[in-house]
């Protein structure tokens, strides 16, 4: 680890508006193959790793075997957005401001590369960005809520832990950045609300990245100056 000073930003549903168009994927992934699970209870399963979600969507006497055909099922029907992600408000901005004061700006995400290539280009801020991890970064079965990112995120950029703030939408998100004793800052963009991701121990919260933005130098992230 190095000494930099850094936030760590998850992508998806916190910069990249994609939360619910996961949750419209897994949906469809998982009718095509018989099962019928609520669109609310998918949502609040985004974020966490998808080697996860059929697991924890389906239960352990589920057929693991189709494990694998459900995340291919997914990535299909989610690779039909790709060309039209958006960035949420103020996400590009928020990551130049942060590396014009002085921070290490790393996007911390469990996407593939492709997903990944996806939401740099919908972000279009990679002059702000020093590192970005993937899905190949974590660990087997070490995704969210595992930190197993989050500290290839720190190894990648140098960014000192003691002196870096983590930035996500989700719940899995609060939980991996717990277990290495990073602030977390929920996003309440995603779709979860202020009270669930400050219950699950976000040391603030806000709307959106635009919202953070302009809170930025009374944030946690303006103290790290």
Not at 24 to 33: D, H, I, N, P, T
Request: aromatic share 6%; net charge negative; with cysteine.
């Amino acid at each position: 680890m190095g000494e930099r000073r850094g936030v760590l930003f998850d992508v998806d549903g916190t910069l990249v508006d994609t939360t619910y168009l996961h949750a419209v994927c897994w949906w469809s992934a998982l009718r095509e193959y018989g099962h019928d699970v609520p669109m609310a209870v998918i949502h609040r399963a985004v974020g966490m790793g998808g080697d996860r979600i059929p697991g924890h969507l389906l239960g352990d006497d589920r057929d693991p075997a189709q494990d694998d055909a459900l995340r291919a099922a997914h990535k299909t029907f989610y690779g039909r957005y790709r060309g039209d992600l958006r960035p949420l408000p103020g996400a590009r901005e928020l990551l130049f401001a942060c590396a014009e004061r002085g921070l290490t700006v790393v996007l911390a995400s469990s996407a593939d590369a492709e997903e990944l290539d996806a939401l740099r280009k919908a972000l279009d801020a990679d002059d702000a960005i020093a590192a970005a991890t993937s899905s190949a970064d974590a660990r087997e079965g070490g995704s969210k809520p595992a930190p197993d990112i989050l500290e290839a995120a720190l190894a990648q950029s140098g960014v000192d832990p003691a002196r870096a703030v983590f930035v996500g939408d989700s719940v899995w998100d609060v939980a991996a950045a717990g277990r290495l004793n990073l602030p977390c800052i929920g996003l309440t963009c995603g779709g979860t609300c202020k009270s669930e991701l400050a219950g699950a121990g976000a040391v603030a919260v806000y709307d959106d990245p635009a919202a953070l933005l302009a809170l930025l130098e009374e944030s946690p992230l303006g103290l790290l100056r």
